[in-house]
Nanobody, 127 residues
Framework: QVQLIESGGGLVQAGGSLRLSCAAS????????MGWFRQAPGKEREFVSGINSSGTRSDYADSVKGRFTISRDNAKNTAYLQMNSLKPEDTAVYYC????????????????????WGQGTQVTVSS
């Protein structure tokens, strides 16, 4: 089992920044690719960004490219999502997820590929 706890969400004005953190426990963090997904009210959960287990590969949804940056610190068992130039359409509950993929280079962008999920953190961007 892997336990994931997100933090760092909140209310921010358009153009502002937030950094989300995802703290992992329970298994060897460096064996897992990590992903960030989000779900807005009335919409399906969507992929935001992902990073492979070693942190050498990352992927982003087109809607956040150039604004969001994913990273990880395997020594701290934590993944991060730096969100800059936030827009009202970024408002959603953000979830981190873990995909058992030791040594992998491919970052999954579909939710069913991920084995473990956090409880989510709310991000609200006001206009």
């Amino acid at each position: 089992q892997v336990q994931l706890i997100e933090s760092g969400g909140g209310l921010v004005q358009a153009g502002g920044s937030l950094r989300l953190s995802c703290a992992a426990s329970g298994r060897t963090f460096s064996y897992y690719a990590m992903g960030w997904f989000r779900q807005a009210p009335g919409k399906e959960r969507e992929f935001v960004s992902g990073i492979n287990s070693s942190g050498t590969r990352s992927d982003y949804a087109d809607s956040v490219k150039g604004r969001f940056t994913i990273s990880r610190d395997n020594a701290k068992n934590t993944a991060y999502l730096q969100m800059n130039s936030l827009k009202p359409e970024d408002t959603a509950v953000y979830y981190c997820a873990a995909d058992f993929k030791p040594g992998g280079t491919v970052v999954a962008d579909t939710s069913h590929k991920y084995d473990y999920w956090g409880q989510g953190t709310q991000v609200t961007v006001s206009s």
